[in-house]
């Protein structure tokens, strides 16, 4: 492998916008998009109070943990299922710290301190590490692909060979067909043109066995 081959980790991460921001949602997801990630999966759910107990678990026995399960129990949420590189640690840096009133001196233009209160009312959450991540995505994405997916020039190579040719030609087609549904007629034709699916070989002379 060339030694100056750049590896590219595209991370999974949950970014969870809070009760207390849900009105700021748009403009929330605007940043999220702006910053280069790509939304997977996005849900709006309404946690009871022991959802709330099972997703921050880790802080139980804390003195403001019963206020924090009551906050989060208290309205919607939006999760989502975001990915780019090194998301983890870009998505940490843009919420800011867990304060609120520290992010507005420390991180300004964070969007704990443009949207959130205090130390829990802090508007967004953010997984913490690959560990937490790939906890709190099963929480709320049961179906969620957690495996980080490499970016190099063996996957150019892999797709110059095995994917483009065949492609091309179908978004060929497509362009001389142009189907009312575009996206639908592709995969139909893809699926009916995969040069690697198997195919039954009949025999030139089979063998036919005399009825007894």
């Given at each position: 492998?060339?030694?100056?081959?750049?590896?590219?980790?595209?991370?999974?991460?949950?970014?969870?916008?809070?009760?207390?921001?849900?009105?700021?949602?748009?403009?929330?997801?605007?940043?999220?998009?702006?910053?280069?990630?790509?939304?997977?999966?996005?849900?709006?759910?309404?946690?009871?109070?022991?959802?709330?107990?099972?997703?921050?678990?880790?802080?139980?026995g804390k003195i403001?943990?019963?206020?924090?399960?009551?906050?989060?129990?208290?309205?919607?949420?939006?999760?989502?299922?975001?990915?780019?590189?090194?998301?983890?640690?870009?998505?940490r840096k843009i919420?800011?710290?867990?304060?609120?009133?520290?992010?507005?001196?420390?991180?300004?233009?964070?969007?704990?301190?443009?949207?959130?209160?205090?130390?829990?009312?802090?508007?967004?959450?953010?997984?913490?590490?690959?560990?937490?991540?790939?906890?709190?995505?099963?929480?709320?994405?049961?179906?969620?692909?957690?495996?980080?997916?490499?970016?190099?020039?063996?996957?150019?190579?892999?797709?110059?060979?095995?994917?483009?040719?065949?492609?091309?030609?179908?978004?060929?087609?497509?362009?001389?067909?142009?189907?009312?549904?575009?996206?639908?007629?592709?995969?139909?034709?893809?699926?009916?043109?995969?040069?690697?699916?198997?195919?039954?070989?009949?025999?030139?002379?089979?063998?036919?066995?005399?009825?007894?």
């Amino acid at each position: 492998m060339n030694e100056n081959t750049t590896f590219i980790n595209i991370e999974q991460t949950l970014a969870l916008i809070k009760p207390d921001a849900i009105d700021h949602a748009e403009e929330i997801e605007d940043i999220i998009l702006s910053n280069g990630f790509l939304v997977l999966q996005k849900r709006r759910v309404q946690l009871t109070p022991e959802q709330s107990s099972d997703f921050y678990a880790e802080h139980s026995g804390k003195i403001f943990f019963p206020s924090l399960v009551a906050f989060m129990s208290s309205g919607e949420s939006i999760a989502y299922l975001l990915a780019r590189n090194k998301a983890i640690e870009h998505w940490r840096k843009i919420i800011g710290p867990t304060n609120s009133a520290k992010a507005r001196d420390e991180a300004p233009t964070s969007i704990r301190a443009l949207y959130g209160t205090d130390n829990y009312k802090n508007a967004v959450h953010g997984s913490d590490s690959l560990k937490s991540a790939f906890r709190e995505i099963q929480f709320f994405f049961s179906n969620g692909i957690i495996e980080p997916i490499l970016s190099n020039d063996d996957a150019k190579d892999y797709l110059r060979k095995y994917v483009n040719p065949t492609l091309l030609k179908g978004l060929i087609q497509l362009c001389k067909r142009k189907p009312i549904e575009p996206i639908i007629w592709l995969s139909d034709w893809l699926a009916n043109n995969n040069p690697y699916r198997p195919r039954i070989v009949e025999p030139e002379n089979p063998i036919v066995q005399e009825p007894i």
